[in-house]
């Protein structure tokens, strides 16, 4: 069995990898990579092309997709038979993009950012004051949200 994660430390910890430079999936992933027994830097490639919501295309967030790899490391299925498993990865990832949907009231890069070309996203954590050291770069918060989230849906039975 596998130690227990400490929501507040991995959140903390994903939004310090994020502010060191890493994207906002690399952070996620990174954050729980010896947990799923992956080197920093294997995480870190797996999810290099999360950044900036899929490759810069302000997509679906990074953070929400290192959410998707996690949950198939933690429930996903090995074989195609194994349909139990593959579902339980779907109602995983599905969890947690509701959950986040609930603070960002979006998932995708370019709403949550409010780009041009896309329709300003409004949730509740639009409004919370931004701690001083991610004012530069707010995506820490939405990182640390998204490590948080998968960290407790770990000690959860859904």
């Not at 997709?65 to 599905?94: C, K, Y």
């Not at 954590?125 to 707010?138: D, G, I, K, L, S």
Request: include cysteine.
């Amino acid at each position: 069995m596998k130690p227990a994660i400490n929501p507040d430390e991995v959140a903390r910890h994903a939004a310090q990898l994020f502010l060191q430079g890493y994207n906002c999936g690399q952070a996620v992933l990174v954050a729980f990579a010896r947990h799923y027994d992956l080197t920093p830097e294997m995480a870190s490639r797996m999810s290099a092309a999360f950044g900036g919501g899929m490759g810069l295309q302000r997509m679906t967030c990074g953070s929400v997709l290192a959410m998707a790899v996690l949950a198939g490391l933690e429930w996903g299925n090995e074989t195609p038979a194994d349909r139990h498993a593959m579902q339980r990865s779907f109602r995983a990832i599905q969890t947690l993009t509701a959950r986040f949907i609930e603070q960002y009231g979006s998932a995708t890069c370019g709403e949550i950012m409010g780009f041009k070309g896309f329709q300003k996203a409004d949730g509740p954590a639009h409004h919370q004051p931004v701690p001083e050291a991610y004012r530069t770069r707010p995506c820490a918060m939405k990182v640390a949200l998204c490590a948080r989230l998968f960290a407790q849906l770990l000690t959860e039975d859904f």
